[in-house]
Nanobody, 123 residues
Framework: VQLVESGGESVQIGGSLTLSCALSGGPISDYCATWFCQAPGKEREAVAGIGIDGDAKYRNSVQGRFTVSKGAAKNVLVLEMSRLKPEDTAMYYC???????????????????WGQGTQVTVS
């Protein structure tokens, strides 16, 4: 399984951005997937995850601003980001695991497959 993120760029405060993560090696419908972010000097943190049945989970700070979804036709994971804040600035990674989203969905160690990351800068 390989993951490739795209869509990161520099945006203004309050702006919107959509990140995509293309999964190859299997149907995304069989995988749970989570977006993580990592700012310089900080630990990698879960942002939003989605299960194989479409159930979504969000970090409190992005609830209501970000939406995670899957695009089965293109086999992608999507993160729609709105009302962006400077504190959203980070490298964003997608991660996937075969099967259901688990209780500890926000733990990076729960995911064996990772993308290379895409940079989001809000200023």
């Amino acid at each position: 399984v390989q993951l490739v993120e795209s869509g990161g760029e520099s945006v203004q405060i309050g702006g919107s951005l959509t990140l995509s993560c293309a999964l190859s090696g299997g149907p995304i419908s069989d995988y749970c997937a989570t977006w993580f972010c990592q700012a310089p000097g900080k630990e990698r943190e879960a942002v939003a995850g989605i299960g194989i049945d479409g159930d979504a989970k969000y970090r409190n700070s992005v609830q209501g601003r970000f939406t995670v979804s899957k695009g089965a036709a293109k086999n992608v994971l999507v993160l729609e980001m709105s009302r962006l804040k400077p504190e959203d600035t980070a490298m964003y990674y997608c991660a996937a695991r075969y099967g259901h989203l688990r209780t500890y969905w926000s733990e990076p160690s729960d995911y064996p497959y990772w993308g290379q990351g895409t940079q989001v800068t809000v200023s």
